[in-house]
């Protein structure tokens, strides 16, 4: 059975070590640490040789207890958008929230605490499982870094689920938008403020321009 206390409780503690994209050391110590205390032998792969952060991604193998069924992945990721140093969880009406200095980092401990516990639960309850891969992962929130730099080689699972979205409780993502980033440089063009005024270019006004002439932007359709 899930255990809502000891689950909320590992999420304060969770969230309570910074971890910001880059330098998530301290939280990769403590997962692993949980980890082992589940029986468990968590092992870091090699994915910050790559990403030039403080760790890499952590990876455990739950062995399962029915033969043939289908290995299962699940990955969350240990980096919060910044500030992450010294938060400080205040409940209210039974929601968490920071106390404003910082992000909560709910994103995505959420997925963190909910894998440890899942497994905690498995383990004390004798379900019958097949066998689980985790994945905790480095450097979401600036580009995926830590999937991107990942030597897949380590994925031993027929089927992953990536716990990183909001929702209700078995509603499932499969499809996101993809992400372009163009960069533009606009030149102006310098002109003399009292003799010749006119003959200036304002790089700004023609960005300005430029941009108020896209066909669309925000959201495009349904899905998009
Ligand atoms: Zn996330």
Redesign the pocket.
Known sequence: MINKTRLIDEFIELVSVPCPSKDEKQEAELIMAKLRELGLEPEMDKAHEKTGGTCGNVWAYVKGTVPNAPKLLFEA?MDSVAPTTGTKVVRKNGVLYSDGTTTLGG??KV?VAAMLEAVRALKEDGVAHGDVQLCFTVS??IGCLGVVSMDQSWIKADYGYCM?IGGAPGEITYAAPKLYDIYVTVKGKAAHAGIAPEEGVNAIMLAADALSKLPAYGRLDSET
């Open positions: 990721h994103d995505d997925g979401e929130e990183d």
